[in-house]
């Protein structure tokens, strides 16, 4: 594999940054240990402007290519961990309570972070390179912040760049498709309104547990159903909580959940069905049930082009035989998703090999890709802006 000689030398550097990230995990907006060091590490390198506070704690750099004035482009990592408690083991787990990279922003902050390293010291680009570091892609829509705050308009971005490790794919390939890559995520809230009551005597009650459960089992009718079978689409309740011990029939109950899809027809059908499902199924057994639906990320869509390039990037660091361009999409979501409204760009996955999941508390980066994934991103740019 034709890894960058350079990033090569730099691997063990890269990881022990990537480690040092790993174990000391923030939280959504609240990265200021982990943005500090990279707006620190970003000015060590000599980039021309280190920007800090964009969508709240997101941190910019600006790297101008060597062989004149040319195109912007964007280059963007996330920086931010997840509420699990760590069970990998491994010396450099986290060190916070509670709080763990469970997902592999350390690694993939880590590998921007080599990049800029290597194109702020070699410059063999011409036009200029906007490394991005984004907070609080789990769930709070940093892209989204830091796209409100400007990014694009204020660093002249006229494409964009993401990359997320994917366990399951082998180390050493690359996967990413044109059109939908990832799931559009609704955030779902359902509060039930029944009437509490003595458990012994629920014939005088209307029992908000009954109602929360049947609306659970007739929201599975929604995706099976009601959407077409060849369309993808997922509802999931995830929280139930109703009552506080076991003799008493609860007044209210709460239902959490998300829902997901790749089209936006698909997106409002849900969204109806939601509605008149929950609703009919609460006043069928005497209750009321008010739905909150929230519209959250959006599809992660790759445009044509840049997903084209960016596939043949991968295949000068990997070889063509090893970049799956047409990979099914996924129901897992990506605040990526607002930065690529913005602007035309791709979003690729680099395999992590045999790895526990992501979101589970065995998950750990695998820093064997780190020279895999900086070299993309080396040779993107230096592709993109040739003089």
Request: charged share 20%; glycine share 10%; net charge negative.
């Amino acid at each position: 594999m034709p890894i960058v000689n350079r990033i090569a030398d730099l691997h063990g550097e890269i990881t022990a940054w990537r480690r040092d990230i790993h174990a000391h995990p923030e939280l959504l907006y609240d990265v200021h240990r982990t943005a500090a060091a990279v707006a620190d590490k970003l000015r060590s390198f000599g980039c021309d402007e280190v920007a800090t506070g964009i969508g709240r704690t997101g941190v910019v750099g600006v790297i101008r290519g060597g062989k004149g004035s040319g195109r912007t482009i964007g280059l963007r990592a996330d920086m931010d961990a997840l509420p699990i408690e760590e069970a990998s083991g491994v010396p450099y787990q986290s060190t916070v309570p509670g709080k763990m990279h469970a997902c592999g922003h350390d690694g993939h902050t880590a590998m921007l972070l080599g990049a800029a390293r290597y194109l702020a010291e070699t410059r063999n680009f011409a036009g200029t390179a906007i490394v991005i570091f984004q907070p609080a892609e789990e769930g709070g829509a940093g892209g989204q912040a830091m796209v409100r705050d400007g990014l694009m308009e204020r660093f002249r971005v006229e494409e964009v760049y993401g990359m997320h490790n994917y366990p399951g794919l082998p180390v050493g390939q690359f996967a990413l498709r044109p059109g939908p890559l990832m799931a559009a995520a609704d955030r779902v809230t359902i509060e039930i309104e029944g009437r509490g009551g003595h458990a012994a005597r629920p014939h005088f009650a209307v029992d908000t547990v009954l109602v929360g459960a049947q609306i659970i089992n007739q929201i599975q009718s929604i995706v099976a159903r009601n959407v077409d079978p060849l369309q993808a689409a997922v509802i999931s309740i995830c929280v139930f909580q109703a009552g506080s011990t076991d003799n008493v029939i609860p007044q209210t109950a709460l239902l959490r959940g998300t829902a997901r899809s790749l089209t936006p027809q698909v997106r409002d059908l849900l969204e109806k069905r939601l509605h008149e499902v929950v609703e009919g199924t609460a006043r069928l057994y005497g209750a009321t049930a008010k739905l909150t639906y929230k519209r959250d990320y959006p599809v992660t869509r790759n445009h044509e082009r840049q997903a084209a390039f960016a596939a043949s990037v991968a295949a000068e660091v990997v070889g063509r035989e090893r970049v799956d361009d047409q990979i099914a999409p996924v129901m897992g979501a990506e605040d990526f998703s607002f930065m690529l409204e913005a602007r035309p760009g791709a979003f690729i996955f680099v395999g992590n090999g045999d790895s526990a999941g992501l979101h589970h508390p065995a998950y750990d980066f695998n820093d064997e890709i780190i020279p895999l994934g900086t070299s993309y991103w080396v040779k993107l740019v230096e592709t993109a802006l040739q003089g």
